[in-house]
């Protein structure tokens, strides 16, 4: 099982970007998905989660400006930021929990991370 990102760049203040993160191999389920970032030299957060029914919880710093979804017949969750600031600069990952086929147990899997960089 695992997580591949895409969709990170360059951008400029006020420009907009859609981060995707598919989830492969012998899966059975997911429960919740997100994604969270880590700025230089800071710890990583929490940016946004949904679960499997849909429900969202967005960090403070985000509300109004990014969007989560996910397609659960493909396994994927996405991210639409917009507004985007030279605050947002970090690199992304994306997390779900995700129970293999070979375990039939839930477990935290995270992705390999895409730098999004905001600036003009």
């Known amino acids: 099982v695992q997580l591949q990102a895409s969709g990170g760049g360059l951008v400029q203040p006020g420009g907009s970007l859609r981060l995707s993160c598919a989830a492969s191999g012998s899966i059975f389920s997911i429960n919740a998905m997100g994604w969270y970032r880590q700025a230089p030299g800071k710890q990583r957060e929490l940016v946004a989660t949904?679960?499997?029914?849909?429900?969202?919880n967005y960090a403070d710093s985000v509300k109004g400006r990014f969007t989560i979804s996910r397609d659960n017949a493909k396994n994927t969750v996405y991210l639409q930021m917009n507004s985007l600031k030279p605050e947002d600069t970090a690199v992304y990952y994306c997390n779900a929990w995700i129970r293999p086929v070979v375990t039939m147990k839930y477990d935290a899997y995270w992705g390999q991370g895409t730098l999004v960089t905001v600036s003009s």
């Open positions: 949904i679960t499997n029914g849909g429900t969202t």
